[in-house]
Every structure is written in structure tokens, then in C-alpha cells.
């Protein structure tokens, strides 16, 4: 009987306070550091009790100055009353139930020192005051919980009798309680509270401020599980990713909603923007994770779950996934649990072939051939569906219709790029050359002859140009040597893309002539070229720039290209700056402080921030030659807004590798000094 066991308790540990009641004083110290460390997780630890005794209902009011906390799971039984009394002494076992320490209820005692408990027909007590009393003590030296009384149900049996007709078995009256702490909690509670609990299905609260009713409504999908509350949609994976839901696609949620579960939310944020649950350790308020064995388990365990829907996403191309591989490259958070979990996925997805090919190869992501880093989207879109070859190696068309940023996601994982030669290739392709739009076949020809400049002065492996194909307007397609175009001809189809703008006079005069085409000398006009930019000046003399007082990031057009936008926040932080770029000097930027100070400048462009970049050999040793006084600039050009990041003698700073593929040196972790930079 649970009666007998709560006078049985009651009677040996009101003997043991007698005996020790220096114990009792520090049991009392310990409940109020647990209730304060507790603070704002009142709510947090009743409904995972609740949950563990298979609730799906609770029930939250106010009554005459006391609040009434009730829920419909299996009623106290004697090992639960024990439990309840002391700490540590929990039945629960871990992976089994939410909580397993057994002295979450302890902070309950923040809320009231009189804590009335009705549950499998009997009502009992801990209360500060009788404690006290009983002992003959003064009550800042006892625990509220820790001797349970019997007490009778008579002044509740209203209350209980309500509650039993509407299903509730386990009832707890906190008497002339802290009411604003709990309405606090409650007021913040948010509708994806319950996205991981095993049982509780609705949350009711009256009385306490605005009246809520949260419902969890869940429809089985070949996915995983579709999850309403409060009209805001989930999707649930694997019991642990749950991705916020819009249109029947997972999106990303804002950075404050994207953190760990341990079935009920924890303070820490996930790198990625959507929820992950799992079984981790924490620290007595559960509020924080810890780092130990099991916490490592549950993060591969994750990273497994995550290398899985990824898997899925290639495989299925389910719309559902459209936005998955842009979110694992959205990194949020970099703490040390979330480098490790994005250290454990990145090891899984590079020891599983994932990816099937059009020609009926199955293939690791690393097998994967990816264009240039910076390379146009929409031309790449283009030419995997235009060209036979391209089209072979790639992957299933729907997949790229239905996966967003597939080629930025696999330049994170393959070190398979396409070449200067293959890109010129791809203009000897007929079928592609006759599909290709005006825009498109400008952008490939302006990287060609970009590409087939620095080739003829970089190395003795010129890149063959000679059977490039182009258009003609009445639709023949034919070699570009064989034409009658000359350079200023070259140089209107340039003109069809702005990224065209880099092309230099040098290399469209290399260019021509190597297809034995006439090369004019009024043509084309580059910025790259020293004496044309000194003339173009002089006819059209520039405003000197003065940076602005008024705002505290430069403002930056957006088609400029890294080089110059570099030199215009060179130009912001008051320094002169140009470009050396074409001298292939091992940087790109020369800047001269107020001071006189030079700075040599290598600029980095990245197409997501967070992107690993590399450094060549010469940009190696220019670093190693200048020391402090040479920088990276790492500009990340993003839609909505852009950023620069400063590393200062980037040898002295970065872990960088090295790695065979050209000889450059990689780096994937790095930090300095930002500049927001706005449009």
C-alpha cells in the first residue's frame, strides 16, 4: 500500500534528521542551489515527469493563490514515492524515460515550500513548515521535499474531483505559490515544445495570463512523421532532425529555434538551422550539454542520421529535401559538440557511395566533378543539360530540380574540378555551342580566354583553343578561327556578360591572334591594362573617395569583382590602394596606409561563408616574404549582403595543409577581422 510505504518513510527520515541534522541543513542548501539552477525550467521538469508516466495530457491552472499542475499518466506507486523523496534515487533508467537522475522535482520548491500530491487514491505532502515543526528546527535548515506527510484530502476534494471526472490521475497543488515564475514559463512556451516527447500529445493551461491549448497532431509520411501545433508545421526524421515545414518542403528556422533536444529543449544551439534530439548528457539542469562517452555516441549517432537523409535526398529527389543541402551548408553555431558532429558527418559521407550517374556509375561525393568555384549557376545548369558528355557524369536532371545547391554543396566534399582545357572543350561541342544562349556561350568564351592568357604565362601547357565553335545568327555553327570576326567582334559578345568585365586587353589580344583573327587595338578596353585605365581617367577624372562618417560598413555595388571591392575597402579604411593581380606577384592588392605603411593584399572568394579556400605556392611565399604585412582578404559575396574577413600574416595564424593538386596550400578553419559590407 502507497499509504503504508509514505509512513514508513516518513518515520525513518524524520529519525535520521534528529540524528544528523547537519545533514538536513545541507540537504536544504542543495534544494535551493537546485531550484535557482533550475530557474526557468519549472515547467520543463514537470512535463518531462509527466511524459515518463506515459501522460498525454496535461493540465495547468491557478486556484485561490495556489497552482495546479495535473496530468493523466500512470499514478505514483511506491517505488515513485521513494524516488520522489530522495535524490538520485530515481527507478527511471536512462534511454528509457526523459529524466533518470531522479531530482528535477526538487526545483519545483522554487515555486512553493507546500506541495500538496494527490495520485493512486491518497494524498500527501512535503512541506517546509511541518518539517520544521516536526523537528523543532528553524525552517531555512529543512527541505521542503524530503519527508512526505499524509494529509487530508478534504480542502482539495473539489479540485481532485473535477480533475478525476476529466481523466486526471496524478494532481499536484503548489499552496501560495510563486505564480509569476511558472506564468513567466508558460507564456514563453513554444509550440515545439513537445516535437520529441514519446506521450504527451496537449498541453492546457487557464488562469495563467493568456489561456493556451497546445495540440500535437502527427501524419505518418514516407519521410517520417508531418508534425502540426498550433497550426505551425514539422517534419520529423528519425525521431531526432525535425526541420520546420512550409509547402510541404523542410526550410530552415531561425537561429533561436535551432538548438539540442534532450527530448525537451536545451540552451544549445545545432550547427545547422533545424532541431536534433538525442540522448545526451548534461548538466543537472539540463540546460547545457556535457562532453563525455555517451554525448560523443548520440553525435555520431546524429551525423548517421544526417548522412542518411542526405543519402535519401540524392537517391529520391523528393521535394521535400529541396532546401536540405543548402542548410548542412548554412553552419550557425561553432562550438566544440558542433565541430565534432560536422567533423563525424563529414567522415560518413566521404566513406559512402551516395551518388548514381547518368552514365550508371555509383559514386562517392568525392568522385563528383564540380566546375570553378565562382562559376555562374545558371550557366552550369546549362551546360549538364546541353552537353552530352558533361550530362553523363552528372547526376539524374531531377535531382538538380529538386535539390538546391547541389554544386556548392559537393565542392565542400570533391577535389574533382573541371580544367581551363575542359571548359574550352566544352565550346568544341557542337550540340552545346547551337543550345548555348548569348549570355552563356559569352560567359564560357570570356573564363576560356581568361584561362587561356594565365596558361601561356604561367606554365608550358598552353590550353588548345583552336576548334572553338561559335553560332553564327543564322544558326550555322562553325570554328571561331574560321570567321571574319576580329577583336572589337570578340569583344561585343563579351559584352553579353558582365563577369566579362575581368577579361584584360592582353588576353583578348593573345587570344585572337592565336586563332590568326585581326586584333584592333580600339576593341576593347580593360581596366586591367595600365595605360588605358591611366587615359580613361583623365578624360573622366574620379571624385576622390571619402570614406562616410555616417555609417560604419562600406557600401559596395555588388557586380564588383573581389579585387575591387577589396580596393574600395581599402579605400573605406583610408588607405590607397590598386590591383596587381595580372603580375602574378603572390597577391592581388597593393594598399599604402596614411602612414605609408604597404600592405600586400591576396584576396579570397568565397561563394559561402565558412568555405575553405586555398593558397598557391606563391601566394605561400609571399606570405612567408612579408610577414605582418601581408593579408588575406576572404570576401564572401553573398545575396542580401556581403563580408570581408582580414588575416594578418595568414602563416602565423592558420593550420594549413598541404595537399597535392597543383601544389597549394588548403585551409578549412580560419577567423580575423570582419567588415559587413552593404549594397
Known amino acids: 500500500m502507497i499509504k503504508d510505504t509514505i509512513i514508513r518513510i516518513n518515520t525513518t527520515f524524520i529519525a535520521e534528521a534528529k540524528n544528523s541534522p547537519k545533514m538536513l541543513a545541507d540537504m536544504a542548501a542543495m534544494e535551493k542551489y537546485m531550484s535557482e539552477s533550475y530557474s526557468g525550467r519549472i515547467i520543463v521538469e514537470l512535463l518531462q515527469n509527466a511524459d515518463d508516466a506515459h501522460s498525454s495530457r496535461v493540465y495547468i491552472t491557478e486556484n485561490d493563490g495556489n497552482v495546479i499542475f495535473a496530468n493523466n499518466g500512470r499514478p505514483f506507486d511506491n517505488e515513485d514515492v521513494m524516488a520522489i523523496s530522495r535524490s538520485g534515487a530515481s ?44 523537528l523543532g528546527v528553524d525552517e531555512g535548515n529543512v527541505p521542503t521535499i524530503r519527508i512526505p ?31 509569476e515564475v511558472l506564468q513567466e514559463e508558460i507564456e514563453s512556451l513554444s509550440t515545439d515544445l513537445m516535437l520529441f516527447l514519446r506521450n504527451l500529445k496537449e498541453i492546457e493551461t487557464q488562469n495563467m495570463g493568456e489561456d493556451k491549448l497546445l495540440r500535437v497532431v502527427r501524419k505518418e509520411k514516407d519521410w517520417g512523421q508531418e508534425i502540426t501545433i498550433d497550426n505551425n508545421k514539422w517534419g520529423l526524421v528519425d525521431d531526432c532532425l525535425a526541420f520546420k515545414m512550409e509547402e510541404e518542403v523542410f526550410v530552415k528556422c531561425e537561429s533561436d529555434e535551432a538548438v539540442f533536444y534532450t527530448f525537451l529543449p536545451t540552451y544549445d544551439k545545432t550547427p545547422f538551422p533545424f532541431k536534433m534530439n538525442g540522448d545526451f548528457s548534461t548538466d543537472p539542469s539540463r540546460k547545457h550539454i556535457r562532453q563525455d562517452e555517451t554525448t560523443q555516441k548520440t553525435l555520431y549517432a546524429l551525423a548517421e542520421s544526417i548522412a542518411n537523409l542526405i543519402e535519401k535526398a540524392f537517391k529520391e529527389a523528393n521535394p521535400v529535401y529541396r532546401n536540405l543541402l543548402l542548410m548542412i551548408m548554412d553552419s550557425i553555431s561553432f562550438s566544440t559538440i558542433n565541430t565534432q558532429l560536422k567533423k563525424y558527418l563529414k567522415q560518413i559521407l566521404n566513406t559512402r557511395k551516395m551518388l548514381r550517374f547518368n552514365n550508371g556509375k555509383i559514386g562517392f561525393l568525392s568522385d563528383y566533378k564540380c566546375f570553378p568555384i565562382g562559376f555562374e549557376g545558371s550557366v552550369i545548369n546549362i551546360v549538364r543539360r546541353e552537353s552530352d558528355d558533361i550530362r553523363s557524369h552528372s547526376l539524374a536532371p531531377e535531382v538538380y530540380e529538386n535539390l538546391n545547391g547541389v554544386e556548392d554543396f559537393m565542392e565542400t566534399f570533391s577535389e574533382a574540378i573541371y580544367s581551363s582545357q575542359d571548359i574550352a572543350d566544352m565550346l568544341q561541342d557542337n550540340t552545346l555551342v547551337k543550345n548555348l544562349s548569348k549570355y552563356a556561350y559569352s560567359y564560357l568564351l570570356g573564363k576560356t580566354i581568361q584561362a587561356y592568357n594565365r596558361s601561356k604565362m604561367m606554365s608550358n601547357n598552353d590550353i588548345d583553343v583552336t576548334k572553338i565553335l561559335i553560332k553564327e545568327d543564322n544558326g550555322h555553327i562553325m570554328q571561331l578561327r574560321n570567321t571574319k570576326m576580329n577583336s572589337k567582334d570578340i569583344s561585343n559578345m563579351l559584352q553579353e556578360n558582365d563577369s566579362n568585365q575581368l577579361v584584360s586587353n592582353v588576353s583578348l589580344k593573345a587570344f585572337t591572334q592565336e586563332l590568326g583573327l585581326e586584333y584592333k587595338e580600339e576593341g576593347f578596353k580593360s581596366y586591367h591594362n595600365n595605360k588605358n585605365k591611366e587615359e580613361d581617367e583623365i578624360k573622366h577624372p574620379k571624385i576622390p573617395f571619402k ?8 557600401v559596395i555595388p555588388k557586380w564588383r569583382s573581389a579585387e575591387n571591392t577589396c580596393i574600395e575597402i581599402e579605400h573605406f579604411l583610408g588607405n590607397k590602394a590598386h590591383d596587381v593581380s595580372t603580375q602574378n606577384l603572390g597577391y592581388d592588392i597593393e594598399s599604402t596606409t596614411p602612414s605609408g605603411k604597404i600592405r600586400y593584399i591576396e584576396v579570397k572568394s568565397i561563394s559561402k561563408y565558412d568555405r575553405s579556400f586555398c593558397l598557391t605556392n606563391n601566394e605561400y611565399t609571399a606570405a612567408h616574404q612579408y610577414g605582418d604585412a601581408y593579408f588575406l582578404c576572404i570576401l564572401y559575396q553573398g545575396d542580401e549582403k556581403s563580408k570581408a574577413v582580414y588575416i594578418q600574416n595568414p602563416l602565423s595564424k592558420l593550420k594549413l595543409k598541404k595537399r597535392i593538386r597543383q601544389w597549394e596550400w588548403f585551409c578549412d578553419e580560419y577567423q580575423g577581422d570582419e567588415i559587413e559590407i552593404g549594397y
Do not use: M
Open 547 to 554: 570614406p562616410s562618417f555616417k555609417a560604419s560598413n562600406p
Open 91 to 134: 527507478k527511471k533508467k536512462r534511454g528509457e524515460t526523459i529524466g533518470y537522475r531522479g531530482i528535477g522535482f526538487k526545483s519545483t520548491s522554487y515555486l512553493s515550500s507546500d506541495i500538496i500530491i494527490y495520485s493512486n487514491n491518497v494524498t500527501f505532502c512535503f512541506s517546509k513548515a511541518k518539517t520544521a515543526e516536526v
Open 149 to 179: 506527510f499524509l494529509v487530508d484530502s478534504t480542502p482539495y476534494k473539489s479540485i481532485i474531483n473535477d480533475l478525476q471526472d476529466n481523466g486526471f490521475t496524478t494532481i499536484f497543488v503548489f499552496k501560495s505559490s510563486n505564480k
